[in-house]
């Protein structure tokens, strides 16, 4: 709407400018060949002017935008030397339209001859000072008009397609949310269903009663996840960090791993808590599909500077060897989900690590600092936890990744929450 807004207006100045010198045409006389002359070229100057306005117009070669000024050009000088003083007002649509086109210093050496040249005929014709001033002025005043409102033109449609851009951006970035956010959520509980419901088809015959408690929690794990889907259609879903240990607790010991807990971290505000169970999540998920584990270890702790979900286990499977067609290839189709979790750490400030530490084990490692009041941590901001050795108490990592994703803001969040981290009494 705004575009065609502006384009109206542009062409009723224009119209207005150019009725006006075909009134003083009128007015002053002149043969009907004169006439009929300055019609036709003041048609063109009127025709070109718009389509050179117009969204088309604008995106134009540099070379067709040069033979519209050249036609201009043609079309205002040709006809003062057979009308003289009668064209004086067609100059400033010219100088406008140099302005447009060409770079300075070359523009304004325009300008200043399409201003000369209506002073100098009109002080040769005989006129008064103050008629030729009011002609010169008069001059860059059509200049003015005919520049400012092509520029504005040029405005507005930039203005929209920014518009248009953001939203498009906007509706990547809650689709990339949506995906994300799924990716997580339903990774680790579809993985936990296949595990148990396995586990309980090997025991429907060896002991049935385990078999229905494997099944009973197959259909709370299911029941969650449906209720997980839902809250990711409406909006971002808290995590609980506590319930997410239980959680990752309970389907180790039904995969019959040797889980260890070590969590001293109590005080944590929700957009913390809510990334640290996502990285837990993932990577329990990742423990339970891409590696054979027996023994896993969960470290959660931290101070009022950082705190640190830590997730060690073993039984990495060997890298492919190409010369050693006996050794395990990975999943072809691979995953996106060590992406989503340093997007998810990075972009409230903090930092993830993951890979084999030299005694063969995979450590898996999200550092964040407390939101300062007041101040949104982001990346490589002040907030931003501090790194306390590539590979923690173990030893150096491996291989390393970090990057960044959103979380998304936690709806109802309390504003009474310290900022800091308090470790548990």
């Known amino acids: 709407m705004a575009p065609r807004i502006v384009l109206v207006v542009f062409v009723v100045a224009m119209a207005g400018i150019l009725g006006a010198a075909v009134l003083h045409l009128l007015t002053v006389g002149g043969s009907p060949m004169q006439i009929l002359v300055g019609a036709a070229a003041i048609a063109v100057m009127f025709c070109t002017q718009v389509a050179r306005t117009t969204q088309r117009g604008m995106r134009l070669h540099r070379t067709y935008q040069f033979w519209v000024l050249g036609v201009q050009i043609v079309c205002t000088f040709l006809p003062m030397l057979l009308m003289g003083t009668a064209w004086v007002g067609l100059p400033g649509l010219l100088a406008g339209s140099l302005l447009l086109t060409l770079r300075p210093p070359w523009s304004w050496l325009g300008v200043a001859g399409c201003v000369a040249s209506v002073l100098a005929v009109t002080w040769f014709s005989g006129w008064a000072p103050l008629r030729v001033a009011y002609n010169g002025v008069s001059a860059l005043t059509t200049c003015a008009v005919v520049y400012g409102l092509t520029k504005l033109s040029e405005i507005v ?84 960090l506590p ?54 270890q969960i470290t959660v702790c931290g101070d009022a500077d950082c705190a640190v979900l830590r997730l060690v286990n073993d039984g990495v499977q060997p890298l492919p060897d190409p010369r050693d067609p006996t050794t395990p290839h ?34 898996l490692e999200a550092r964040i600092p407390p939101p300062a009041p007041g101040r949104p941590a982001g990346r490589d901001g002040p907030g931003r936890c501090a790194d306390r050795g590539p590979g923690g108490p173990h030893g150096p990592a491996r291989a390393a990744a970090s990057g960044a994703a959103t979380a998304s803001p936690a709806p109802g969040r309390s504003a009474g929450r310290p900022p800091g981290f308090g470790p548990r009494a």
Do not use: M
């Open 243 to 296: 319930a997410e240990i239980s959680s990752a607790v309970s389907v180790f010991e039904a995969a019959g791993i040797d889980a260890e807990v070590d969590s001293t971290l109590e005080s944590v505000p929700e957009t913390v808590g809510t990334v640290l169970a996502t990285v837990l999540r993932e990577g329990v998920t990742n423990i339970l599909r891409h590696s054979k584990v027996r023994r896993c």
């Open 330 to 363: 990975p999943d072809e189709e691979g995953g996106s989900g060590l992406g989503n979790l340093a997007a998810r750490v990075d972009a409230i400030g903090g930092t993830l690590r993951a890979g084999l530490r030299e005694d063969g084990c995979f450590r």
């Open 157 to 240: 449609l930039q203005l929209r397609a920014a518009q248009q851009e953001i939203a498009r951006l906007a509706v990547e970035e809650e689709r990339l949310r949506f995906a994300r956010d799924l990716h997580d959520l339903l990774g680790y509980s579809l993985s936990a269903i296949t595990l148990r419901s396995e586990l309980a088809h090997r025991l429907v015959d060896a002991d049935p009663p385990r078999a229905q408690g494997e099944v009973a929690h197959v259909l709370e794990i299911s029941r969650q996840a449906l209720a997980d889907v839902r809250s990711v259609a409406r909006s971002y879903r808290n995590i609980s």
